[in-house]
């Protein structure tokens, strides 16, 4: 299994900041990486897809990059409701496996 | 609109089986793979696999190989998981998602709770 180590779990910003995550795969996966916000208590949301693309709807303060093995998730302007875990997802490979998470507090 | 509409919660014992639905509308059901994901309580997530509904073609994660069957009713627009053998540590809300290499709508999730 492509094992995709993401870090920090948990992080802790303040308003107007800008916050980065990183995920790292366990061998190359080219670009094939989506991202993925989860509130308390709901489903997951795309938010980015093939590293970089932004999901429909999805405010511009998100984005992401990256490539082979290192990929970033980044939020320009940290919002309140922001406040969330994140994960990122490879499908490189089958089975398709997400990162650990990160926990964002405000 | 895409909406995935899922089963209501259960409760079962260790060594039972369990078959969540996942009822989807808005787009044309046959042409878009349907995943299942799990989720244990402050746990990450986790794939189990995905049906294409045209074809009824199957993709399990290994470690559920053998224990989790995906199948789908054409007529109805739903997708169903069943696992079975159930352990405590079975006990997660079950999603299923939309897509193919991505999952862009999400059902709300099934909670199954596995105990004695």
């Given at each position: 299994?492509?094992?995709?180590?993401?870090?920090?779990?948990?992080?802790?910003?303040?308003?107007?900041?800008?916050?980065?995550?990183?995920?790292?795969?366990?061998?190359?996966?080219?670009?094939?990486?989506?991202?993925?916000?989860?509130?308390?208590?709901?489903?997951?949301?795309?938010?980015?897809?093939?590293?970089?693309?932004?999901?429909?709807?999805?405010?511009?303060?998100?984005?992401?990059?990256?490539?082979?093995?290192?990929?970033?998730?980044?939020?320009?302007?940290?919002?309140?409701?922001?406040?969330?875990?994140?994960?990122?997802?490879?499908?490189?490979?089958?089975?398709?496996?997400?990162?650990?998470?990160?926990?964002?507090?405000? | 609109?895409?909406?995935l509409?899922q089963?209501?919660?259960?409760?079962?014992?260790?060594?039972?089986?369990?078959?969540?639905?996942c009822?989807?509308?808005?787009?044309?059901?046959?042409?878009?793979?349907v995943h299942w994901?799990?989720?244990?309580?402050?746990?990450?997530?986790?794939?189990?696999?995905?049906?294409?509904?045209?074809?009824?073609?199957?993709?399990?994660?290994?470690?559920?190989?053998?224990?989790?069957?995906?199948?789908?009713?054409?007529?109805?627009?739903?997708v169903?998981m069943?696992?079975?053998?159930?352990?405590?540590?079975?006990?997660?809300?079950y999603y299923c998602a939309r897509?193919?290499?991505?999952?862009?709508?999400w059902g709300?999730?099934?909670?199954?709770?596995?105990?004695?």
């Amino acid at each position: 299994d492509i094992q995709m180590t993401q870090s920090p779990s948990s992080l802790s910003a303040s308003v107007g900041d800008k916050v980065t995550i990183t995920c790292q795969a366990s061998q190359d996966i080219t670009n094939y990486v989506n991202w993925y916000q989860q509130r308390p208590g709901k489903a997951p949301k795309l938010l980015i897809y093939q590293t970089s693309n932004l999901e429909k709807g999805v405010p511009s303060r998100f984005s992401g990059s990256g490539s082979r093995t290192d990929f970033t998730f980044t939020i320009s302007s940290l919002q309140p409701e922001d406040i969330a875990t994140y994960y990122c997802q490879q499908y490189d490979d089958f089975p398709l496996t997400f990162g650990g998470g990160t926990r964002l507090e405000i | 609109q895409v909406q995935l509409v899922q089963s209501g919660a259960e409760m079962k014992k260790p060594g039972a089986s369990v078959k969540v639905s996942c009822r989807t509308s808005g787009y044309p059901f046959g042409a878009f793979y349907v995943h299942w994901v799990r989720q244990a309580p402050g746990q990450g997530l986790e794939w189990l696999g995905r049906i294409l509904p045209d074809s009824a073609g199957t993709a399990y994660s290994p470690k559920f190989q053998g224990r989790v069957t995906i199948t789908r009713d054409m007529s109805i627009g739903t997708v169903y998981m069943e696992l079975s053998s159930l352990r405590p540590d079975d006990t997660a809300v079950y999603y299923c998602a939309r897509g193919d290499s991505l999952f862009d709508f999400w059902g709300q999730g099934t909670l199954v709770a596995v105990s004695s």
